[in-house]
């Protein structure tokens, strides 16, 4: 079988350069193309010499209609506005796009699910960590089980992130009131300053940090009366999320058009 053809979308980023190496270090898969934002300092430069590996002969591009043509499957790390435009192409070009873009807002959520109705196969996770959907898991059979404890949720990252909580934060928040059988929208607090009273009960807190250069730290405490457990994970390198992400294209090669998460690429779903 010959290898699928990959583009990485924000190749001259943090995730993107990640990206690139875990791509061209699974069997399967081959780069493509390496598209980057108009105006990008990697414009033009060959993608494995961009991210610190041999050169590849895949200069990266501004020019996505160009990346895309001949491709099988998008790796996609970048904003929202750029990923809901990707899926609508992945759609169109009944492509694979794999999704780890965070911060989208529902209208987003909307525009990407649509695309997946409409013939491309997507794979979005607020995290593609295998460890951290485990823990997911974990997270969301606790909170099933110690339905009175009060559960608040710890996240730090590095000074350039621009969204808040984080995407694997809210992932968290999910799986957590999933395990309660609420919505999380419903039920969350992302913000404490001032006068606030007590903690309502049922509710699920958030705490953000930033500073330096962190990965990804991520606490889950549920908190009650004579006891407390915290569920920590530390991601220590972004290879972590690129692997999951090869991963999650090859096993979505096979699928038929559809939104997945990591649960599904894992076979953790109930």
């Known amino acids: 079988?010959?290898?699928?053809?990959?583009?990485?979308?924000?190749?001259?980023?943090?995730?993107?350069?990640?990206?690139?190496c875990a791509v061209t270090a699974t069997p399967g898969l081959v780069l493509h193309a390496a598209i980057d934002r108009l105006g990008s300092a990697a414009i033009g430069r060959d993608a494995g010499l961009v991210a610190g590996i041999e050169?590849?002969?895949?200069?990266?591009?501004?020019?996505?209609?160009?990346g895309l043509e001949g491709a099988d499957i998008i790796v996609d790390f970048t904003a929202p506005a750029a990923s809901v435009a990707l899926a609508q192409e992945a759609a169109r070009r009944g492509l694979v796009h794999i999704?780890?873009?965070?911060?989208?807002?529902?209208?987003?959520?909307?525009?990407?699910?649509?695309?997946?109705?409409?013939?491309?196969?997507?794979?979005?996770?607020?995290?593609?960590?295998?460890?951290?959907?485990?823990?997911?898991?974990?997270?969301?059979r606790a909170a099933h089980a110690l339905a009175d404890y009060d559960i608040e949720i710890l996240e730090m990252h590095h000074n350039k992130k621009v969204d808040a909580p984080s995407g694997t934060a809210l992932l968290l928040g999910d799986a957590a009131a999933k395990g309660r059988d609420i919505a999380l929208r419903d039920h969350s607090v992302r913000v404490r300053d001032g006068h606030t009273g007590p903690r309502e009960?049922?509710?699920?807190?958030?705490?953000?940090?930033?500073?330096?250069?962190?990965?990804?730290?991520?606490m889950v405490i549920l908190a009650g009366q004579s006891e407390r457990i915290e569920l920590n994970h530390r991601a220590q390198d972004r290879t972590i999320y690129a692997n999951?992400?090869?991963?999650?294209?090859?096993?979505?090669a096979g699928q038929g058009a559809g939104l997945y998460t990591m649960v599904d690429v894992l076979g953790l779903a109930n």
């Open 1 to 20: 079988m010959a290898d699928l053809r990959v583009v990485v979308a924000g190749a001259g980023g943090r995730m993107g350069v990640a990206n690139i």
């Open 55 to 66: 050169a590849l002969d895949v200069a990266i591009s501004d020019d996505m209609n160009a």
């Open 99 to 140: 999704i780890g873009t965070t911060g989208c807002s529902e209208a987003d959520d909307a525009a990407i699910a649509q695309a997946a109705s409409e013939g491309a196969r997507i794979v979005k996770s607020g995290n593609f960590s295998m460890g951290m959907v485990v823990l997911a898991n974990l997270v969301e």
């Open 201 to 218: 009960a049922g509710t699920i807190g958030f705490a953000t940090l930033r500073g330096g250069n962190v990965v990804g730290d991520h």
């Open 244 to 252: 999951g992400a090869a991963r999650a294209a090859l096993w979505a």
